[in-house]
Nanobody
């Protein structure tokens, strides 16, 4: 059974930083695409960042230069370092994976966790 458990969300002022973590079951980070997507209030789901099994990364234009995705295969853990946060980053953030591929294609995922809330205030 695939399990993805996010942590690290919270409330922060604009300009601040947060680091999200995702503990994954099995050896997902070693063999499959992983990433983060978010959904804000009354907004559509948005892919934020993704990392292939080989460590190649990609980002949404809205977060490039501010967010960094990384992983620790030994710990089977995915991270999202978020710096220079803006109010528009407020959303529920979901850790996700695509167990069909070892590379990430257009932020497509087929499993995700319960999410962790990030709230950025001005």
């Amino acid at each position: 059974q695939v399990q993805l458990v996010e942590s690290g969300g919270g409330s922060v002022q604009a300009g601040g930083s947060l680091r999200l973590s995702c503990a994954a079951s099995e050896y997902i980070s070693s063999y499959y695409c992983m990433g983060w997507f978010r959904q804000g209030p009354e907004k559509e789901r948005e892919g934020v960042a993704a990392i292939d099994s080989d460590g190649s990364t990609r980002y949404a234009d809205s977060v490039k230069g501010r967010f960094t995705i990384s992983k620790d295969n030994a710990k089977n853990t995915l991270y999202l370092q978020m710096n220079s946060l803006k109010t528009e980053d407020t959303a529920m953030y979901y850790c996700a994976t695509d167990l069909r591929r070892n590379y990430c294609r257009r932020f497509e995922f087929n499993y995700w966790g319960q999410g962790t809330q990030v709230t950025v205030s001005s």
